[in-house]
């Protein structure tokens, strides 16, 4: 009975925090661009490939996870920290909480284990067209396209 009681509290505690978590994706898209320049011109040159945010879908040990790499501006190719550095990309990492991960990794997205024919980002994550930043987005869930357990390692879980 104390279980049972103690499972109803676990999930009553995690309904909340991602009731408390929750925000829009709208973005100011010229801060993202801005963010990016800064970083990537007070940076050191960068080896990481991508940038993995997962995050815990479940109690029972599954995930659901983005991975973004081929960061583009002013079709350059740049690295991923850059725009880990911003508060869309984690803020470089001030943002982990034990159920939502941001990290950069040497690894591409593919290589982590997420599929290939990705797109573009979302009109909610990518800048204005204008902005000439862009970058790939792959995802990962439960439903459709288990997370890899590299990558699920990568974003520090």
């Known amino acids: 009975m104390k279980l049972n009681q103690m499972n109803r509290l676990l999930f009553m ?3 909340l925090f991602l009731l408390g978590n929750c925000q829009s994706k709208e973005q100011n898209r ?3 661009s801005s963010l ?3 970083n990537l011109l007070n940076n050191v040159p960068d080896r990481n490939k991508s940038l ?4 815990v879908a479940d109690l029972g040990g599954s995930y659901t996870g983005t991975c973004y790499d081929t960061f583009q501006l002013n079709g350059g190719n740049i690295g991923s920290t850059a ?4 508060p869309p990309g984690g803020a470089g990492g001030t943002l982990n909480t034990e159920v939502k991960k941001y990290a950069v990794s040497t690894s591409s997205c593919s290589d982590l284990g997420f599929a290939s024919g990705t797109n573009f ?4 994550q990518r800048p204005n067209p204008n902005d000439l930043f862009t970058f790939k987005m792959f995802t990962c869930d439960p439903n ?3 997370c890899a357990k590299s990558a699920i390692k990568a974003a520090g879980f």
Do not use: A, C
């Open 144 to 146: 459709n396209n288990p």
């Open 83 to 86: 725009y880990f550095n911003t």
């Open 30 to 32: 010229d801060e993202i």
């Open 13 to 15: 505690v995690f309904v």
């Open 36 to 38: 990016v320049i800064h």
């Open 52 to 55: 993995v945010v997962m995050e």
């Open 121 to 124: 980002g979302s009109t909610s």
